[in-house]
Every structure is written in structure tokens, then in C-alpha cells.
């Protein structure tokens, strides 16, 4: 294969058939998340880390290469499945691993680029160095294999029980630590301490692995604004801190971001002036969400179904914020509520950037994205609404990402199964709803191709993954999509 069209990296849509993905399975560095330090690592709860290998990503890593990369599972489950490989399928660095080109694994790419040693020398001594390790740890660090110092960068423990640094469990949701746009790479610039590894590594992965070689030009990442070190503690508005889960790729020329309790103001303006630049997209919209641990990043209050479909939080609804549903004291006291927990959405296009344009609600904006920018007409614009919009099933299911969903093709997403009203609601909107197993069975025995399904609900095990508060649309960096639907 020619290995400038294996290794292309090429966005520009939501819901485009889905190519390549970046994931990180879950590591043992998530299986070692504690009470004390749960909210320090960005968690609500512990996890299960066996049931969340084994009863629920691992399904994840089976339909995705089911529909990218078949060839490497096709005919093999079985036997990939037998108790007596102890998951070796699964497992980064093992022999039986998967190994595909299509459903990269980050832990492989790190293994890779520390086989050079002048990488490896970099990367330990700037890691050692973000977290104060000692002059002789550093040097023990660097007599690690590859493939183990890679573990001990994701778990900080080298043999599962001395620690040298915290882990970073929250690796696995790839889509915070860059986005594709169009044939750029957007870096992240976490807010949180527990995640600057994550963003050192990636930044690394990015600049040295082969996979990304042709695209060392194209890789934009945000700068601290002049003299942020002299700004005080609390002045978190004036610092440039961007995630993944903000930015969202709606068409070849309009991308999304969010300003949100992890993304900041200047770092949203920032990166939409740095694509302009760059002649990367005309249009972006920024889309400030109330800074809540509950909303986190816009892609837990809505995402993308299909080009004329999306699932929102219900809250966002032009119903909602404009107060239709309360009485007129309501609706007075509404307006007063403070600005920081305002909805707001600015529109910029980049020749015509002094006269902004905004939307009133979120769904004006999603609506306008369908017609405006993908050709739907308005009159076959749905938008499906988390816990069918009930009380108190919306704001609950909305928690465990209702709203947070991975379209592999157009109209075909991935959902948690504990979601019962949302799924209800996409029946309602004339979508198949499967459960995996069944889904995976019939593709096993050649009832069904993965190319013919359409208009689908996919529901994933969930018990676990949705306590590390985070659904598919999270555990995805998507590399290469289709331009075309459907």
C-alpha cells in the first residue's frame, strides 16, 4: 500500500464513514485511582478495571474493527474471545495483540517512537521533569524497554506496585488530546495538572511517530498569552486551556469550539484566528456552555447522528431558553440569571469578521449547521433530545452520556445501553436500536455487512465506562473520514 495513503489523516465532518481512529484501551493506570485522589484525576467514582476491559471496551475495540479494519477479526471471534487467551487480542505490546493501522493504538505509537533513543532521552527527561522525579529515577527510567517505559508513563509504576509518578487514566479519551481538521492537527492544551502528561506525550506522538510525518507543517498548537505568568491564580479566564471534546469538525469549512469549563475564551479565539491563518476552514463558531462539572465539554451536551440528526440536551432548546415551559415570574427571573451560566453562540466567518453572527438556542445553531452547511432542508432536521426530554431522565441520562455518541458512517452511532429514554427517543425517530452482542453475532456469521446498516442505534455495555464519565464521541480521535455521506 502506498504509505502516503495509509498514513493520510483527513477530517472534515462529524458523521463521515469513519476510517482511521486513534483509542487507548484502558490501562492499568485506571485500575488505580483512589477515593482520596478520584476528583484530583478528573474521576467521580472508581472503576472496575477487569469489567471494564473485558465486559465493555473490549466490545468498543471488536465493532470498530468490524467496520475499519475486518480482516484482523472476521471468523477469528471465537477463538479471540476463548477464556484461554486472557486477552491477549487485546492487549498492547502482547504477541495476539490486533495490531491495526485503522484502530490505532496510542500505547503502540508510543512503544514505537521511544525505540529512538534520542526521543527517548527527550521525552524521559521532560517527563521526569513536569513531574519532579529524581536524577537516578530519570536514569532508571531510561533503562526501561520501550515498551515498558510506555507503561510506566501511562500507569507511573513500572511493576504494578512502586509507584513513581500518579497514573493518567484519563488517556483513554483520545479525542482531548488533538483534533483533525481537514489535514490539520489541533493540539490540546489541557486546564487540569492530572492531564499535562497526556498532552506532553501526545505532543511527542504527534511530531515523531512516521504516521504523522508528512504532517510535521500542519500541526497547530496554542501559546500561553504574553506575560501569563505574571497573571494571578484565579485569573483562569485569561489562560489558554483547550480540549478535544470542544472542537468538533461539522464541515470541510466550519468547525465548532467550545468555551467551557475546560476550555477557555482566549483559547477558543485563539485557535480560531490560528485556522484561519492557516487557511484551514472560512467559518467557526464558538459555542460557550455554563462552566459546570456536570456539562464539562460540548460534546456532552450534543453531538452529531447523522447530517440532519443530532441528540442534545434538552436544556438547549429554543423551547427551554426561552422560557416557554415556566410562567411569566419565571420567565423574569430566567433573564437574570448570570452570565456565566448563559448559553451563548458567536458565529465568525474569516472575511467577514468584524460583524459576527449569533444564535439565540443551540438548536438554531444545529438546525442552520444541516442546512446551511451539509444541504439537509429544514423540514427534515431532527434533533433528538436526552431522556426524550422527561424529567428527571434528561439531566440523568445526560450524566452518562446520552448526549456523548460516536458515529462510525452517518446515521450509525454508538451509545451506552443505560440510556433507556434516549433510546426510546431515537425509536421515536425511526431508528433501529441493536444491542452489540446481537450486532457482533450477525456480523461474525455473515448475516449482515457493516456497510448496509443504517439509521442505527448501537448499544454498548456501559455499567463502568460511564462512571470514568466519558461515552464514545470521548474515546475517539477520529484520524480519516469519508467526505461523503452515507
Known amino acids: 500500500m502506498d504509505m502516503a495513503v495509509e498514513n493520510r489523516i483527513h477530517v472534515t465532518s462529524e458523521t463521515g464513514k469513519l476510517r482511521r481512529v486513534l483509542v487507548h484501551s484502558p490501562d492499568s493506570g485506571l485500575g488505580k485511582v483512589v477515593p482520596s485522589k478520584a476528583q484530583d484525576w478528573l474521576f467521580e467514582d472508581i472503576v472496575h478495571l477487569d469489567t471494564i476491559r473485558r465486559n465493555e471496551y473490549d466490545y468498543y475495540i471488536k465493532l470498530l474493527l468490524y467496520f475499519l479494519d475486518e480482516e484482523k477479526i472476521k ?55 513536569i513531574e519532579a522525579c529524581s536524577y537516578d529515577i530519570q536514569q532508571k527510567m531510561m533503562g526501561y524497554a520501550p515498551a515498558t517505559l510506555a507503561r510506566v508513563f501511562f500507569s507511573g509504576t513500572y511493576n504494578e506496585t512502586e509507584f513513581i509518578f500518579p497514573p493518567i487514566p484519563n488517556f483513554i479519551f483520545t479525542r482531548d488530546i ?19 502528561r497526556e498532552a506532553l506525550i501526545a505532543k511527542y506522538i504527534f511530531h515523531h511517530h512516521p504516521i504523522f510525518s508528512g504532517y510535521k507543517d500542519r500541526i497547530i498548537e496554542l501559546t500561553d498569552t504574553q506575560h501569563h505568568f505574571l497573571l494571578p491564580k484565579d485569573s483562569a479566564t485569561e489562560k489558554v486551556t483547550l480540549e478535544g471534546g470542544d472542537v468538533m469538525v461539522v464541515s470541510k469549512e466550519h ?16 485557535a480560531i484566528t490560528k485556522l484561519f491563518e492557516h487557511g484551514v476552514v472560512s467559518k467557526a463558531t464558538i459555542v460557550k456552555i455554563p462552566s459546570k462539572r456536570d456539562y464539562m465539554h460540548i460534546d456532552t451536551v450534543f453531538t452529531q447522528v447523522k447530517k440532519n440528526v443530532w441528540v442534545m440536551l434538552g436544556d438547549f432548546s429554543r423551547e427551554r431558553l426561552k422560557g416557554l415551559q415556566v410562567d411569566e415570574v419565571h420567565r423574569a427571573l430566567r433573564i437574570q440569571t448570570h452570565k456565566a451560566d448563559r448559553l451563548e453562540i ?60 460516536l458515529a462510525i458512517q452517518d446515521g450509525v452511532v454508538l451509545g451506552y445501553d443505560r440510556n433507556d429514554r434516549t433510546t426510546a427517543a431515537f425509536r421515536e425517530a425511526g431508528f433501529d436500536v441493536v444491542d452489540v452482542n446481537t450486532l457482533l453475532a450477525d456480523l461474525e456469521a455473515g448475516r449482515l455487512s457493516a456497510d448496509r446498516l443504517v439509521d442505527t442505534l448501537v448499544l454498548m455495555p456501559s455499567a463502568e465506562l460511564s462512571r470514568a464519565r466519558g461515552g464514545f464521541h470521548c474515546m475517539s480521535m477520529p484520524l480519516l473520514r469519508d467526505d461523503k455521506f452515507g
Open 255 to 270: 468547525v465548532l469550539i467550545g468555551v467551557s469549563e475546560r476550555t477557555s475564551r482566549v483559547a477558543a479565539a485563539q
Open 178 to 196: 488533538g483534533i483533525v481538521v481537514n489535514d490539520y492537527i489541533l493540539l490540546n492544551k489541557p486546564k487540569k495538572e492530572a492531564r499535562k
Open 346 to 405: 458567536i458565529q465568525f466567518e474569516k472575511n467577514n469578521i468584524a460583524n459576527p453572527r449569533r444564535f439565540e438556542s443551540l438548536e438554531d445553531l444545529l438546525v442552520d449547521i444541516s442546512v446551511s452547511d451539509l444541504g439537509c432542508s429544514a423540514a427534515d432536521v431532527r434533533i433528538i433530545l436526552s431522556g426524550n426530554n422527561e424529567f428527571p431522565y434528561d439531566a440523568r441520562e445526560q450524566w452518562t452520556d446520552s448526549c456523548n455518541l
Open 75 to 129: 471468523g477469528r471471534l471465537a477463538e479471540i474471545d476463548d477464556p484461554a487467551s486472557n486477552r491477549g487480542f487485546y492487549k498492547p505490546g502482547h504477541g495476539d495483540f490486533y495490531r491495526s493501522d485503522k484502530v490505532v493504538e496510542l500505547q503502540v505509537l508510543l512503544t514505537e517512537i521511544l525505540e529512538n533513543p534520542s526521543i527517548k532521552s527527550q521525552l524521559v527527561a521532560s517527563v521526569c521533569a
